[in-house]
């Protein structure tokens, strides 16, 4: 098994007779088998990037590798199921006959099956309702033009998934979907990810719904890959802070000072205290609690406070995070 599921080699694209550089140098490694998203501002290149990878059209330059094999640009692999942008469907067909086409395509062995299970898997097959009737929440015989955008994107996450590809890629795959199907869907990508080994690359603006399924990010800005990290490694970045309850807090504020000088500490209404390490990480707790402990005050309460990934992507898209992930442009909490 290849270590990366997808790799690219200085990859570019612009538009426009090169006024635009949409995709700029990009040398992108996804190890197989990871969540991998990515992010950056409207106009960033992320949706360049996946049509690129998958095929959709050409780069102007560099390369790109598919599970150890390198594509002719503009190659669609097979092994690749592809959500970019609108789902690409045919609107006078309805969803079965929609995914029917792309089993044929595929050449599936029992390609009826495929759809079937496919619709299921995002929630667009027949069920039972309360009442004990059948309820078809996909509209058979309707036409794709008449479905809701979100059933309309759930289809495209069918369309992708048919023929059980070995990587997907997904471009917000998630918007337009009700709260219900956000979770189905994302829990479904999780699953596929964990139980099949299915590796994922997928945009999208809502962090929340990242955080919740990556295990690693590249980060776009301008067209260019700014930064790779895992969520550990996004974790680790994070500003956290301890909160420490004590007996004294306005002599513990000054044995800080004296003792840790590179600590920040703010005295919170109520009379807890937070402190924040150097560069925003969290504190050594020990060495926290014996400087207090060596001037008789007592700590009768410390927590940790959770790192806050969301917050963190942020600094790194708008650039206020350096390469080690530390935040340049913040001063105490
Ligand atoms: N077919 C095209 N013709 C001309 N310019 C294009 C084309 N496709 C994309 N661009 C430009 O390339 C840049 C990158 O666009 P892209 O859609 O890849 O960004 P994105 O990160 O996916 O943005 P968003 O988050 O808004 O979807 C933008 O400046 C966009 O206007």
Redesign the pocket.
Known sequence: MATYALETSSLSKS??HGT?H??RNVSLAVPAGSVFGIV??????????LKLVAGFMRQDAGTVSVLGRQLRPGESDPRIGALVEAPAVYGKLDAFENLMNRALVLGLPDPKKACREALELVGLDARTAGDGSRRVLWPRGTYVDDLSTGQRQRLGVALALIGNPELLLL??PLSGIDPTGVSLLRDLLVRLNRERGVTIVV?S?VLADLGRMCTHYGI?RD?ALVRQLTSEELADACATYLTLRVDAPERAVAVLAEELPGLTVRVLPGGSLRVTAPGGGEPDRTVLAQVLLAAGIAVTELTASAPDVEAELVRIIDGKADAAGRRTAKKGR
């Not at 950056?40 to 990037?49: H, P, V």
């Open positions: 538009f426009s635009v949409a995709v950056g501002k409207n106009g960033a290149g992320k949706s360049t990037l471009d917000e945009s603006h776009m067209g």
